[in-house]
């Protein structure tokens, strides 16, 4: 692999999802340095839905007729080895900047359906060599099951556009870090570091890695508590 392109859908500068991300490239270049790293910040786009017209396909294949930074960057992007699609989980789904990009990848499928493995779906264009897709994410919520929506599309979206899902690393009740020691924070980067420097040496996500990055600090019961005391508890209406 020579080149990755970072998908950051995230709002916020430093965001919790950027802790896994930043420690998790950091792992990958210290195995192999010459790794080209190419960072997309989709906040800072102007980007917009698909229309569905279908013109990518018919009118000007491969080729989006909305002009913005999408139809800007494609062309570089299509020619990286793999994307790494970063950012939190809002309402169970990535957010409106998620949505809109991934639905501007109808442009790098060709139109024939094919087969394989008994399933149906589209070939990639021959200009687009990106093969495989991993997913890093948050979410303040307790539970792994908000990730269910997001991890669903990466999953159909092997066959629908012809690339692999090389799976996701997940942290849910992602509020902790601001609570983290510092010692905490450093075997977490740790963490995060060892687990990049073995996908980019395996090509694979471990087990154990997956499961350490996602484990929760605290109870979700202890974690609900810390997060409700600072709201200021809502007026509730009794309707009577």
């Not at 017209?53 to 793999?82: A, H, Q, R």
């Not at 990106?130 to 991890?151: A, D, H, R, V, Y």
């Not at 687990?195 to 609900?224: C, Q, W």
């Amino acid at each position: 692999m020579e080149s990755i392109g970072i998908i950051n859908f995230s709002n916020e500068n430093k965001s919790r999802t950027g802790i896994i991300l930043n420690s998790f490239i950091k792992g990958i270049v210290k195995v192999d340095g010459n790794i080209r790293i190419y960072n997309f910040t989709l906040p800072d786009w102007n980007l917009n839905p698909c229309k569905g017209c279908f013109s990518c396909w018919y009118t000007s294949p491969g080729e989006c007729v909305i002009n913005d930074d999408f139809k800007k960057n494609i062309p570089l992007i299509k020619k990286l080895d793999m994307l790494i699609f970063s950012g939190p989980i809002w309402a169970g789904y990535g957010n409106h900047l998620f949505k809109n990009f991934t639905g501007r990848l109808v442009s790098i499928a060709n139109p024939l359906i094919f087969k394989r493995d008994n399933r149906f779906g589209h070939l990639r264009r021959p200009d687009t060599l990106f093969s495989k897709f991993l997913l890093i994410s948050t979410c303040s919520l307790p539970g792994l099951n908000n990730f269910m929506s997001i991890l669903e599309f990466f999953r159909t979206s092997q066959p629908l556009i012809d690339v692999s899902f090389a799976g996701g690393l997940l942290r849910s009740q992602s509020r902790e870090f601001d609570f983290m020691t510092k010692n905490e924070n450093d075997s977490f980067n740790q963490l995060c570091e060892e687990t990049g420097s073995f996908f980019i040496t395996n090509l694979l996500l471990k087990d154990d890695h997956i499961e350490r990055v996602s484990k929760p600090k605290m109870t979700a019961d202890e974690y609900v508590m810390m997060i409700n005391s600072h709201f200021k508890k809502p007026k509730i209406d009794s309707h009577e």
